[in-house]
C-alpha cells in the first residue's frame, strides 16, 4: 500500500484548474466581506448614510462600529492621514511599515534557512549529532517564541538584529525538520548508483541529497515564510523598532477607541503581507522544480 | 470455440465489450475491442499479454470497477454489478493493498465485516483461511512485519473469505523474485482444487500463465483484442515436475508463439 | 515467533514480534546521546553566565532560574505556578475548540469533492496569514482580561493544521484500498469508517502535536497583547521590564515545560493507537 506521489487537484496546473481557483478566491473574499457587512446590517450600530438611519433589529456585541468597522471605513481610513499634522496617508505609512517588516523577515528567512539546511545536513551525516541533539531541535519549538522575544531583545540590544534572531528562530525549524526528511528521500539505489561511481559524501549530497530534497525543502519554506513575518512582528514590540507592522499594530491597537479603523487597517496589511511573501516562495518552487513530477510532501 | 459448456455452467460471459478511455485533448484510446469469452466453472483462466492490451482493464470490467463501453458481462448469469453486489467474486490486485492499521487476521476478516457477519463466524472463517495459505502463526502481526510474497497471501486469503465462485487476480504475484513466485504458483493450485473455485488469472509471464491454467487467453495491443486461446493438456495434480516436462516447454513455445502472432497481426 | 514456520518456506520477515520488549541497554545508547548533550547545555550555559560579568543578568545561570522558580512557586509578585495554570487553561481550551471546529469543517468539507477543493486552498492562504496580528482584535472582541479571548486566539492557530490535516487523511487515500472497497460493494458508509477515518487517524494526530505548541503559543501571544497579570505571557513581559531576568527565564521554562507535556503526551496517544504508522516506527526519519 505504498503510496505513489500523485499530482494533487489542489496545484491543478490546468488553465482551466487556474481560473476556477481564481473565481474561488474572489467567491470566498466577497462572501467574507458579505459576512461582515451583513452581521453589521442584522446586530450592528445604527447605519446613517445619505440622510437615512437603519437600525439593526439585534445587537451584536462583536459587530459595534468599534469592534467591527465598516469595511469603507477602514478603506476610507488608509486615505486619510496617519494623525493629524501629518501628510502621510496610512494606506502610504502601512505599505512603509510592511515593507521593513518583509526586509526583516527576509534577513531573518535567510539565515533560518541557511542554519536549517546546515543543521539538516550535520544530521543526515551524523547519528551521533542526530541522536544528540534532534531532540532539543524539536523541544526548541515548545518554547513559545513570544515569551522568549523580550530576553532576545535584552541580550543583544533594542535593534533590527535582534527582531531577525527571532525571525531566524521560528524560521529553521520547519527546514531542519523537513530537509532531514528531505536529504533522506533518495531511493536507496540511487545512492548505491552513487557509491558505485565512487562518489565522494561531498558530491553526493550535492548530485543526489540536495536536489531530491528540494521539494521538500520549499514545502517548509513556505511555512518558514509566514514564521518569518510572524517573528518579526512579535519582536519588534520589544525590539523598540518604530517603523516596521509589529509597532504600527501594538500605536493603533493603544489608540483603538478613537480609531478602530486604524488597527484593522494595520491587521489586513500584515495578511497582506504574508500572502504576499508565501506566493514569491510558491514562485519560486514553480520556477525551481519546474519540468518535475507534482509530488506532495505531507 | 464451438464446443464451449452450456450456459448453466458458465460463470463469466463477456459479449461484445469495448472499452475506450478519453484522454487529454479528446484522444480516444481504445481498450479493449469486440471481446467475447467464455469462462465455464472449476476453469483456471489466464489473460496474457503485452501492455496495454487491456487485460487488466478486461478484469476490471468483469470485476464491475470500470463499466464498458459497449457489450455486456454476466457473472454468474447476473450482470456483473449485481454479481458485486451479492459478493460473487474476490479480487487480489497486484499491490497487496493490505490496510497498514489492521492486524493481518482483521485484514481477512474485513469482507466478511462489510456483509454483517458475526463475530464469532468471522473469526472462524479468517482462521480457516489463514491455515489455507498456511499464515495462522502470522495473525496478530501488522503487515508491515510481513514479506511481500506473505502480505500476498494474506490478500488472498482475504479474497477468498467470502467463499466466492470466482476469483479474479491481477498480476498478483508481479511484484516477487521468481523462487518465490513459483512457490506462490504452486500454492495458488492448491487452493484452486481444495476450494474448487473458477479463476481468472492476468500476467505477463507465459510460464506462470502456461504452468496454471486450463486455458491461456492471448491477447494483442491496441486496440485490446483477444487474438488466440491456447489449451493447456498438461495433467492435474501439477507440481514441480510438471516445470520439467516436455509438453510444458511446448505449450511454453505454442503461447510465445500465439503472443508473436497477435502482434503481427496488429 | 517461535513457532514453525510455514511449509512453503516464504522468506520471513524482520523479526519484530507484536509483543514489544523495552531493552534497557537498547534504551541507555538510544538516549545517552540527548542526555550528555543536555548535561554539556547546561553546564556550558552555567560556566559562561558566570564568567561572563558583562551582562550578567539576562542570561542567568542555570542554577539562578531554578532558585527563581522555587521562590517563586507560589508567592510573590510573580506567582508562576498560579500563573502557569492559567495559560495551560487557556491554550488547553482554544485546543479543544480549534480541534473540535477543525474536525467538523473537515468532515463536511472532505465530504463534497468540489467543496473540498474550493475550501482546502483557501484554507492553505488563510494559513500563510501571520494570524497572530490579529491578537488584539481578538481581545477586544472577547475581553482583554477575560480568558476566552486567549482560547479563541488559541483555537484559531489549532484549528488550520487540524482542518488542513484531516481533510487529507480522509481524502488522500489509496485509489487501489478505494477499488477493494469497491470490489466488496461496500457503502459511502463503511468506506468511511473502514478506510477514511483510519486513514485519517495519522494526519489527525499530526495536527495535534502541531496544535498543542500553537495552542500555547496562542495563549501567550493574546495575553502578550494585554491581558490578567497572573499568566505566562504577562508575567514574561513584566518580570523582564523589571530587569528580573531569573524570574523571566524561570517562566519560560515552565512553559516549554507545559509545551514539552503536551507534545508527549500526543506522542504517547500516537504510540498507542497508531502502532503500525511509518511515523511511529520510526522509518521515515530512518
Same mark, same amino acid.
Given at each position: 500500500m505504498r503510496r505513489s506521489p500523485r499530482p494533487s487537484s489542489i496545484d491543478d496546473p490546468t488553465p482551466h484548474g487556474r481560473v476556477r481557483r481564481v473565481i474561488t478566491f474572489v467567491g470566498f473574499f466577497l462572501a467574507l466581506l458579505l459576512l461582515w457587512e451583513g452581521a453589521k446590517f442584522v446586530g450592528g450600530d445604527p447605519w446613517r448614510y445619505f440622510g437615512a438611519t437603519w437600525r439593526p433589529p439585534l445587537d451584536f456585541s462583536f459587530a459595534t462600529d468599534l469592534n467591527l468597522p465598516h469595511v469603507w471605513d477602514v478603506i476610507g481610513a488608509m486615505v +486619510?492621514?496617519?494623525? +493629524?499634522?501629518?501628510?502621510?496617508?496610512l494606506g502610504v505609512f502601512l505599505f512603509g511599515a510592511s515593507a521593513y517588516t518583509l526586509r526583516e523577515a527576509a534577513i531573518g528567512f535567510a539565515a533560518g534557512g541557511v542554519l536549517g539546511i546546515a543543521l539538516a545536513a550535520a544530521f543526515v551525516h551524523s547519528h551521533l549529532l542526530e541522536r544528540a541533539f534532534v531532540p532539543y531541535v524539536i523541544a526548541s519549538q515548545t518554547v513559545p517564541i513570544v515569551a522568549l522575544a523580550p530576553m532576545v531583545v535584552f541580550a543583544f540590544g533594542q535593534d533590527v538584529a535582534s527582531v531577525v534572531i527571532i525571525a531566524t528562530y521560528l524560521t529553521f525549524f520547519p527546514v531542519t525538520i523537513a530537509m532531514i526528511r528531505g536529504l533522506r528521500s533518495p531511493d536507496p539505489r540511487a545512492l548505491e548508483l552513487m557509491r558505485s561511481y565512487a562518489a565522494s559524501r561531498w558530491s553526493i549530497f550535492w548530485k543526489l541529497r540536495l536536489p531530491a530534497s528540494l521539494p521538500y525543502l520549499f514545502t517548509a519554506l513556505k511555512i518558514s515564510a509566514t514564521a518569518s513575518i510572524v517573528g518579526a512582528i512579535i519582536g519588534e514590540g520589544p525590539g523598540g523598532i518604530p517603523d516596521g507592522l509589529g509597532r504600527a499594530i501594538i500605536n493603533f491597537n493603544q489608540q483603538y477607541v478613537s480609531g478602530p479603523e486604524k488597527l484593522w487597517a494595520a491587521v489586513v496589511a500584515s495578511a497582506l503581507l504574508g500572502i504576499v511573501f508565501f506566493l514569491l516562495i510558491r514562485l519560486g518552487e514553480l520556477l525551481t522544480l519546474r519540468g518535475r513530477r507534482q509530488m506532495v510532501v505531507a | 470455440m464451438s464446443d464451449q459448456p452450456v450456459a448453466a455452467d458458465l460463470v463469466v460471459r463477456a459479449s461484445g465489450v469495448d472499452k475506450t478511455f478519453v484522454g487529454d485533448g479528446d484522444a480516444v484510446t481504445t481498450a479493449l475491442l469486440g471481446i467475447d469469452l467464455d469462462i465455464a466453472r472449476g476453469e483456471f483462466v489466464s489473460l496474457i499479454g503485452p501492455s496495454g492490451c487491456g487485460k487488466s482493464t478486461l478484469l476490471r470490467v468483469i470485476g464491475d470497477l470500470t463499466p464498458p463501453s459497449a457489450g455486456n458481462v454476466t457473472v454468474n448469469g447476473k450482470p456483473a454489478r449485481q454479481a458485486r453486489r451479492d459478493h460473487d467474486y474476490g479480487i487480489v490486485f497486484q499491490a497487496p493493498v493490505l490496510f497498514d492499521w489492521r492486524t493481518v487476521e482483521d485484514n481477512v476478516r474485513l469482507p466478511l465485516e462489510l456483509l454483517g457477519q458475526g463475530k464469532r463466524e468471522r473469526e472462524a472463517r479468517a482462521n480457516e483461511m489463514l491455515a489455507l495459505v498456511e499464515l495462522r502463526d502470522f495473525?496478530? =502481526? =501488522?503487515?508491515?512485519?510481513?514479506?511481500g510474497g506473505m502480505q500476498q497471501r494474506v490478500a488472498i486469503a482475504r479474497a477468498l473469505a467470502l467463499e466466492p465462485s470466482l476469483l479474479l487476480m491481477d498480476e498478483p504475484f508481479g511484484a516477487l523474485d521468481e523462487m518465490t513466485r513459483e512457490r506462490m504458483n504452486s500454492e495458488v493450485l492448491q487452493i484452486w482444487r481444495k476450494t474448487g473455485t473458477t479463476v481468472i488469472f492476468v500476467t505477463h509471464s507465459i510460464p506462470e500463465a502456461v504452468f496454471l491454467s486450463t486455458r491461456v487467453v492471448v491477447m494483442s495491443a491496441r486496440p485490446g483484442r483477444v487474438t488466440d486461446i491456447v489449451e493447456i493438456d498438461l495433467p492435474q495434480p501439477r507440481d514441480d515436475e510438471t516445470r520439467e516436462e516436455p509438453r510444458y516447454f511446448e505449450l511454453i513455445t505454442e503461447v510465445r508463439e500465439a503472443l508473436r502472432a497477435g502482434e503481427r497481426r496488429t | 515467533m517461535t513457532s514453525a514456520a510455514p511449509s512453503l518456506g516464504v522468506p520471513r520477515p524482520a523479526p519484530v514480534g507484536p509483543p514489544r520488549r523495552i531493552h534497557i541497554g537498547r534504551a541507555l545508547v538510544d538516549y545517552a546521546p540527548a542526555a550528555v548533550a543536555f548535561v554539556m547545555i547546561v553546564a556550558v550555559w552555567e560556566l559562561a553566565a558566570s564568567a561572563?560579568?558583562?551582562? &550578567?543578568?539576562?542570561?542567568? &545561570?542555570p542554577s539562578a532560574i531554578v532558585a527563581a522558580l522555587v521562590d517563586n512557586w507560589s508567592s510573590g509578585r510573580w506567582p508562576l505556578f498560579a500563573s502557569a495554570l492559567h495559560t495551560i487553561f487557556e491554550a488547553l481550551g482554544g485546543l479543544v475548540i480549534g480541534t473540535a471546529v477543525g474536525l467538523v469543517v473537515a468532515f463536511a468539507v472532505s465530504r463534497w469533492a468540489s467543496a473540498r477543493d474550493a475550501v482546502l486552498p483557501v484554507a492553505v492562504a488563510a494559513n500563510a496569514i501571520p494570524i497572530i496580528a490579529i491578537a488584539p482584535i481578538i481581545n477586544n472582541w472577547f475581553g482583554v482580561l477575560e480568558p476566552q479571548s486567549k482560547m479563541m486566539m488559541a483555537a484559531l492557530l489549532v484549528f488550520f493544521p487540524v482542518m488542513i490535516n484531516v481533510t487529507r487523511g480522509l481524502t488522500d487515500v489509496a485509489p487501489a484500498s478505494i477499488e477493494l472497497m469497491r470490489s466488496y460493494a461496500a457503502s459511502d458508509i463503511d468506506i468511511l469508517r473502514k478506510l477514511r477515518l483510519p486513514n485519517a487517524l495519522p494526519f489527525f494526530l499530526t495536527a495535534l502535536k502541531l496544535g498543542t505548541t500553537l495552542s500555547l503559543i496562542g495563549a501567550i501571544v493574546g495575553e502578550y497583547f494585554g491581558g490578567s497579570s497572573e499568566v505566562i505571557g504577562r508575567v514574561v513581559v513584566q518580570s523582564a521590564s523589571a530587569l528580573r531576568f531569573d524570574v523571566t527565564w524561570a517562566a519560560i521554562l515552565l512553559a516549554a515545560a507545559a509545551g514539552i507535556v503536551f507534545y508527549l503526551a500526543i506522542a504517547v496517544i500516537e504510540r498507542a493507537m497508531i502502532p503500525w504508522h511509518p511515523s511511529v516506527r520510526g522509518e521515515n526519519s530512518g
Open positions: +486619510r492621514p496617519v494623525q +493629524r499634522g501629518t501628510e502621510e496617508s | 495473525a496478530r =502481526h =501488522h503487515p508491515y512485519q510481513l514479506s | 561572563l560579568q558583562s551582562r &550578567p543578568y539576562v542570561m542567568p &545561570p
